[in-house]
């Protein structure tokens, strides 16, 4: 709850002050300081209440630095796929911190963790700011965007025409690239050299935009394609919940070690770098959208086979499919997001989406995934969850299929 209502809410009075960088130094600050009281409670009230402090009040933390890192790679002229390369050493770093963190408890105690935890913090506040925060890049998306149409016109010889498009409104339309982008209300292509797809309302590139949160929202919802895709990230939300919550659980009650939890993390950090390295060109050549329906039915995937499991230690070779759940549909989610985001709402859609899989569609995985798992086992919670996720993607590509058959038809009458 907690991630849910905090994130986009400190997005977005950094977006409509314009000061990210004192609410990103803000949450950092308060949100690690709450965090660190819990080691001086014991009981579950005090602890859950400290807890739902801290996590409210750093919730804005990692929305903003993702809406920073894209504000600097715009800056930079850089693609939004490139996000990726940098969010790999994140992973890396993920990785190398449960290693160390995990030997000096053993050689410590638990409490060692939250002073660790309270030093990395200070570093981390040093590093916000000592380093630039990007608001405004040098070049506005709608210079980008008529220069990018310019260069294709000029490079192909072609004509990009202004049209009404069905439920979208205005949008232009460039007649020669291939029929892959041509899904003009629905398609989340981008192109190494557009940084915007195709699709994106002329509204959004005009200079007309939406100023409250709730006009950002419903401006979201009034695009077909994205709000498939904030559906989609609330379904992956609960089935990250699912797993998370309950996997190691389900390993422990077959008689998984520590070790094996162990290796099972150290398993799924691997996973991710090579996917966060390469997620650029994936996301490039396939879409958002498919990218999405890819990540849910590795999710399904994952999760069937959890069901199946007879002994703990084979469930290393399933997480590596990790990589594919989550570090595929993240790098395409901050990507996408700052593309549908309205000029000087970046941040807020950044939190928006992030508050929607960790907030609602975590928090709903976790929560219904323990009625499940209390009724019918963690074996079958897996089952459901597998084929909750399977429907999910066969409803989600059957609307994708049908409406970019229909704004495509419509489309090219209204050219011709």
Same mark, same amino acid.
């Given at each position: 709850?907690?991630?849910?209502?905090?994130?986009?809410?400190?997005?977005?009075?950094?977006?409509?002050?314009?000061?990210?960088?004192?609410? $990103?130094?803000?949450? $950092?600050?308060?949100?690690?300081?709450?965090?660190?009281?819990?080691?001086?409670?014991?009981?579950?009230?005090?602890?859950?209440?400290?807890?739902?402090?801290?996590?409210?009040?750093?919730?804005?933390?990692?929305?903003?630095?993702?809406?920073?890192?894209?504000?600097?790679?715009?800056?930079?002229?850089?693609?939004?796929?490139?996000?990726?390369?940098?969010?790999?050493?994140?992973?890396?770093?993920?990785?190398?911190?449960?290693?160390?963190?995990?030997?000096?408890?053993?050689?410590?105690?638990?409490?060692?963790?939250?002073?660790?935890?309270?030093?990395?913090?200070?570093?981390?506040?040093?590093?916000?700011?000592?380093?630039?925060?990007?608001?405004?890049?040098?070049?506005?998306?709608?210079?980008?965007?008529?220069?990018?149409?310019?260069?294709?016109?000029?490079?192909?010889?072609?004509?990009?025409?202004?049209?009404?498009?069905?439920?979208?409104?205005?949008?232009?339309?460039?007649?020669?690239?291939?029929?892959?982008?041509?899904?003009?209300?629905?398609?989340?292509?981008?192109?190494?050299?557009?940084?915007?797809?195709?699709?994106?309302?002329?509204?959004?590139?005009?200079?007309?935009?939406?100023?409250?949160?709730?006009?950002?929202?419903?401006?979201?919802?009034?695009?077909?394609?994205?709000?498939?895709?904030?559906?989609?990230?609330?379904?992956?939300?609960?089935?990250?919940?699912?797993?998370?919550?309950?996997?190691?659980?389900?390993?422990?009650?077959?008689?998984?070690?520590?070790?094996?939890?162990?290796?099972?993390?150290?398993?799924?950090?691997?996973?991710?770098?090579?996917?966060?390295?390469?997620?650029?060109?994936?996301?490039?050549?396939?879409?958002?959208?498919?990218?999405?329906?890819?990540?849910?039915?590795?999710?399904?995937?994952? $999760?069937?086979?959890?069901?199946?499991?007879?002994?703990?230690?084979?469930?290393?070779?399933?997480?590596?499919?990790?990589?594919?759940?989550?570090?595929?549909?993240?790098?395409?989610?901050?990507?996408?997001?700052?593309?549908?985001?309205?000029?000087?709402?970046?941040?807020?859609?950044?939190?928006?989406?992030?508050?929607?899989?960790?907030?609602?569609?975590?928090?709903?995985?976790?929560?219904?995934?323990?009625?499940?798992?209390?009724?019918?086992?963690?074996?079958?919670?897996?089952?459901?969850?597998?084929?909750?996720?399977?429907?999910?993607?066969?409803?989600?590509?059957?609307?994708?299929?049908?409406?970019?058959?229909?704004?495509?038809?419509?489309?090219?009458?209204?050219?011709?």
């Amino acid at each position: 709850m907690s991630q849910l209502v905090g994130q986009p809410l400190w997005c977005y009075f950094a977006d409509v002050t314009g000061k990210h960088k004192v609410f $990103l130094c803000t949450s $950092l600050a308060l949100g690690s300081s709450v965090i660190f009281t819990m080691l001086y409670f014991e009981s579950f009230l005090h602890l859950a209440l400290v807890l739902g402090a801290g996590g409210l009040l750093s919730s804005g933390v990692n929305p903003m630095i993702d809406s920073a890192t894209m504000a600097c790679i715009e800056h930079h002229h850089i693609s939004p796929n490139r996000y990726g390369h940098l969010r790999v050493f994140g992973a890396a770093g993920w990785g190398m911190g449960a290693l160390i963190i995990g030997v000096m408890v053993d050689h410590f105690g638990v409490n060692v963790m939250f002073y660790d935890f309270a030093a990395f913090s200070v570093v981390y506040f040093l590093v916000v700011l000592v380093f630039p925060y990007y608001n405004n890049p040098r070049h506005g998306k709608q210079q980008c965007f008529e220069n990018s149409l310019e260069k294709r016109e000029s490079d192909r010889g072609c004509d990009c025409d202004v049209v009404q498009d069905c439920d979208c409104e205005d949008v232009t339309i460039n007649s020669c690239v291939d029929v892959r982008n041509q899904d003009l209300c629905i398609d989340s292509n981008f192109d190494e050299t557009t940084p915007l797809q195709l699709g994106v309302p002329k509204k959004h590139l005009s200079g007309s935009r939406p100023e409250g949160f709730i006009d950002v929202l419903r401006f979201l919802v009034g695009q077909k394609a994205v709000l498939l895709f904030m559906i989609l990230l609330v379904a992956m939300g609960m089935m990250k919940g699912v797993i998370d919550a309950f996997l190691f659980v389900y390993l422990q009650d077959m008689g998984g070690n520590g070790t094996l939890l162990g290796v099972t993390l150290a398993t799924t950090t691997i996973s991710e770098l090579p996917f966060f390295a390469f997620s650029g060109t994936i996301l490039r050549r396939l879409g958002a959208l498919c990218v999405i329906f890819i990540s849910m039915g590795a999710y399904a995937g994952r $999760l069937l086979y959890y069901s199946q499991l007879s002994r703990p230690w084979s469930v290393l070779p399933i997480e590596l499919l990790h990589g594919v759940t989550f570090s595929l549909s993240w790098a395409t989610i901050v990507a996408h997001a700052q593309e549908v985001a309205p000029e000087g709402k970046k941040a807020t859609v950044q939190g928006l989406f992030s508050a929607l899989f960790w907030g609602l569609g975590f928090g709903m995985g976790a929560v219904g995934g323990g009625f499940v798992s209390s009724m019918f086992g963690l074996d079958m919670l897996f089952s459901y969850s597998a084929s909750f996720c399977a429907l999910t993607v066969l409803v989600g590509f059957v609307w994708y299929f049908i409406e970019g058959c229909v704004c495509r038809r419509r489309n090219e009458v209204l050219i011709n």
